[in-house]
């Protein structure tokens, strides 16, 4: 049966625009369009898709401040109606309940700030956007979902542990949070990492460059199991994926396809804060394997770094940009096996020029824009998917991820 969610019934948020569909059928339909965006692809190559628990499953959130401070006022953290006007969504089904249990303390701390929202149509205020991630604690827990075929929902027991961001337009803002930090802390105790980012232009986007750590530093990701644990250390401005469950698996399944071809070497372009590389090199064994993780963000290739640290992986990781690190190597230095996991535009016609060209036998290609998949695979057509498999990381919406294994066939 589907969700029923208050503020979709209502029309107030139209963001899960599939919610009222049967959840078997989203999944089928993600499928099918994937296969009809990839007619190359054998049938027998498809793998189950990997599904997502129905609701509860989001572990990061970014809201909109809206509302009104001060006495007598009330702070809405949720979305933008049409008009400009915030409207409050702590009941929305998606958000893990560490997240959803918080937001009405974090709205009741800023109306006691007096600070006013940024108000979209006039261009003023202070207060632009509140974005709040919890740490899995590390063990899978399994839920069943009623849909074909034998493929279950993998939950994560999350640790209670919290980022909290808050994005504001000047430094007045950031020295009132800075002077009530104290108070947030009673409020939200699990918090470990609380930060400030200013934002004092008036455009569309969700955060500035300047961030300023008011508590910690990064938020552990635990990926691993008890018997080997893997911390995946998140930064402010580091990305993650939003559905813990599904990146457990979608990381997991990598690093199978790794194994199994047994490289002596892989690696992993944009790599961000090292999931699929550290992954990889958790699952290698005794093998000796060389694993090198490549991105821009000098942040995230630090944070990558002191998780391969702490779990005594052998992985490294080099600041760089993905497609320059690539074309500037030798024929003598390139991998056994290629990891892409480029942002939405996919990894564009000069890396997938240079994949056509090299020796690489065995590429894995995760996607989150299947038409821009598409698009790269057919600037490679020496390679053939040996293997591909559909991961619901955004149910309701008609956005997945999508993996595949690409084997050099010329």
């Known amino acids: 049966m589907p969700l029923h969610c ?36 054998p049938d027998r190559a498809w793998l189950p898709a990997f599904p997502s628990p ?44 560490e997240i959803a249990a918080v937001v009405p303390a974090i709205a009741g701390f800023l109306e006691e700030t007096g600070l006013p929202p940024y108000s979209v149509p006039e261009r003023r205020g202070e207060l632009k956007f509140v974005h709040v991630t919890v740490s899995p604690g590390g063990e899978p827990v399994t839920e069943a979902v009623p849909m074909h075929g034998d493929a279950s929902a993998t939950g994560v027991s999350p640790s209670g542990e919290l980022m909290i961001r808050f994005v504001v337009r000047t430094q007045r803002s950031l020295d009132v949070l800075r002077s009530r930090l104290d108070r947030l802390r009673e409020l939200v105790p699990d918090a470990v990492v ?50 813990t469950a599904v990146a457990r698996e979608l990381y997991a399944q990598a690093a199978s396809w790794v194994a199994a071809a047994d490289p002596r070497s892989v690696w992993d372009l944009y790599c961000g804060v090292g999931g699929f590389a550290l992954h990889v090199a958790l699952g290698s064994g005794g093998a000796d394997r060389e694993v090198i993780g490549v991105e821009l963000s000098g942040a995230a290739v630090d944070s990558a770094r002191r998780s391969a640290r702490e779990a005594g992986l052998r992985a490294s990781f080099i600041a760089a940009d993905a497609t320059e690190f690539a074309l500037s190597s030798s024929p003598a230095d390139r991998p056994e ?31 989150c824009n299947p038409e821009s998949l598409a698009r790269d695979l057919a600037a490679m057509p020496a390679y053939g998917v040996r293997a591909a498999r559909v991961f619901d990381m955004f149910p309701h919406t008609s956005h997945m991820e999508v993996a595949v294994l690409l084997e050099r066939s010329t």
């Open 54 to 97: 129905e609701r509860d499953f989001r572990n990061r959130v970014k809201l909109v401040v809206g509302g009104a401070p001060g006495p007598g006022g009330r702070i809405t953290l949720g979305i933008l109606g049409p008009s400009g006007e915030g409207v409050d969504l702590r009941e929305c089904l998606i958000q893990a309940p």
């Open 6 to 41: 208050r503020y979709f019934e209502a029309g107030e948020c139209r963001s899960c625009a599939l919610i009222e569909t049967p959840y078997a059928d989203q999944l089928a339909a993600k499928e099918a369009r994937c296969r009809s965006l990839l007619p190359a692809v």
């Open 337 to 367: 096996l290629l990891i892409v996991n480029p942002p939405r535009r996919g990894i564009g016609a000069r890396l997938a020029e240079w994949i056509e060209g090299s020796a690489i036998r065995r590429v894995v290609y995760s996607s």
């Open 194 to 243: 609380i930060s400030v980012n200013l934002l004092p232009e008036h455009k569309a986007v969700l955060e500035g460059e300047r961030e300023e750590l008011l508590l910690g530093s990064s938020l552990p990701m635990r990926l691993g199991t008890a018997d080997r644990p893997l911390a995946l250390h998140l930064r402010p401005q580091s990305f993650f994926q939003t559905n």
